[in-house]
C-alpha cells in the first residue's frame, strides 16, 4: 500500500482514503487513526445476534444499526465506528455520515479476536467523553460483557460486569434485559 500523508487537520480525510484503498475500517480516537481487519466469523457472529435480540425488543421508533459511525461533539474529524449503535429509525434516512451522542441510546463494541491489544478501556473513556450514554463491551474471548453507564467528565460512573449466560440489565427506553447466552467464544489462543 502506498503511503498517505496526513497533515494537521486532515485525518477524516486519510481515514476515507485508508478504508477506500483497502478492506481496514478506520476511527479517529483522540485523533489517533485505529485500524482492523474485517471481522472473523465469531465477531460478526456475535454482532449478528446481539442486533437480533435488541431489534426483536427496540420500543417503536428506535433501530439498532451496524457500520455506523458517532463523533465526537464540535470535532467531526474524531469518530468512533461501534460494532452495533441504536439510534432513532430516521438515521435510515439521514445523509449524515455521523450519528451525534444524543440521539444514541446504546453503542456496542465487541472485543476484536484473541491476536489483537483490546483498546476497549481506551475506547470506553471515549464514548464517555462523546456523550454515549450506554455502551456494552462484549469479551468473546472471556464470554464476559461490562455495561457502562452514566458519562459525567470523561468517565462511566456506572460499571457493571457481568459473564456470557447472564442477562444485562439496560435502562429505558431500551428492553429491560438483552440476554447474553450462547453467544460465541473465541478459540482459545495456542
Keep these: 500500500m502506498a503511503a498517505i500523508p496526513v497533515r494537521p487537520g486532515k485525518l477524516r480525510h486519510a481515514a476515507a482514503e485508508i478504508e477506500r484503498r483497502t478492506v481496514l475500517r478506520v476511527e479517529i480516537i483522540g485523533g489517533v ?3 482492523a481487519p474485517p471481522r472473523r466469523g465469531k465477531h460478526a457472529g456475535t454482532v449478528r445476534q446481539l442486533r437480533e435480540r435488541l431489534a426483536s425488543r427496540l420500543p417503536t421508533g428506535l433501530g439498532a444499526y451496524e457500520s455506523s459511525s458517532v463523533g465526537l461533539p464540535d470535532d467531526e474529524d474524531d469518530y468512533a465506528t461501534p460494532d452495533l449503535l441504536v439510534l432513532p429509525v430516521e438515521w435510515a434516512t439521514s445523509d449524515d455520515w455521523l450519528a451525534t451522542s444524543h440521539g444514541i441510546a446504546l453503542a456496542v463494541e ?3 479476536g484473541p491476536s489483537h491489544i483490546s483498546l476497549i478501556p481506551t475506547k470506553a473513556a471515549w464514548y464517555a467523553v462523546a456523550g454515549v450514554p450506554v455502551l456494552l463491551a462484549v469479551d468473546p474471548r472471556k464470554g464476559e460483557w ?3 453507564t452514566h458519562p459525567r467528565d ?3 460512573q456506572g460499571v457493571l460486569h457481568g459473564k456470557y449466560g447472564e442477562p444485562v440489565p439496560l435502562p429505558s427506553p431500551l428492553p429491560a434485559e438483552l440476554d447474553t447466552s450462547g453467544l460465541p467464544l ?3 489462543r495456542t
Design 33 to 35: 487513526l485505529l485500524m
Design 110 to 112: 465487541v472485543h476484536p
Design 146 to 148: 461490562t455495561l457502562h
Design 154 to 156: 470523561g468517565e462511566y
Design 186 to 188: 473465541y478459540a482459545p
